[in-house]
C-alpha cells in the first residue's frame, strides 16, 4: 500500500521560510513524477512544482520561482519543497502527490497546512 506523508507546515510571518517534507512508503516505481499542490480557502488546488524522481528535472509554477525549491532524496524516499521569501498569498494546504498516469495524480498525502501572516 502506498502512503505519502507530509509534515513541516505552520505558521510563519511573511518574508519567513518553511521546509515541507513528503515521505514516501510503498511501492510508486511506475511513477516518474512527484508533485506539490496547494489550495488556499476559496480556491481551486493548483500545482506549485513537480521533479522527476530519477532526472530531477524540476518545474515550478511562476508565481514561486525564485522563491520555492523542490528537491528529493530517493534513498530516503522523501521529496521537500523549500519556500523562502513566502508571502500571505502562499497560505494554503499543501500536498503532495504521486503517479501522474493516472487521471487526478494516483497517490495524495493527506496536506499540511501553510500560514503566513502579514
Known amino acids: 500500500q502506498v502512503r505519502l506523508v507530509e509534515s513541516g507546515g505552520g505558521l510563519v510571518q511573511a518574508g519567513g521560510s518553511l521546509r515541507l517534507s513528503c515521505t514516501v512508503s510503498g511501492d510508486i516505481d511506475r511513477s516518474e513524477l512527484m508533485g506539490w499542490f496547494r489550495q488556499a480557502p476559496g480556491k481551486e488546488r493548483e500545482i506549485v512544482g513537480s521533479i522527476g524522481l530519477v532526472t530531477g528535472t524540476t518545474y515550478l509554477r511562476d508565481s514561486v520561482k525564485g522563491r520555492f525549491t523542490i528537491s528529493r532524496d530517493n534513498v530516503k524516499n522523501t521529496m521537500y519543497l523549500q519556500m523562502n521569501s513566502l508571502k500571505p498569498e502562499d497560505t494554503a494546504v499543501y500536498s503532495c502527490?504521486?503517479?501522474?498516469?493516472?487521471?487526478?495524480?494516483?497517490?495524495w498525502g493527506q496536506g499540511t497546512q501553510v500560514t503566513v501572516s502579514s
Open positions: 502527490a504521486a503517479d501522474p498516469s493516472v487521471p487526478g495524480w494516483g497517490f
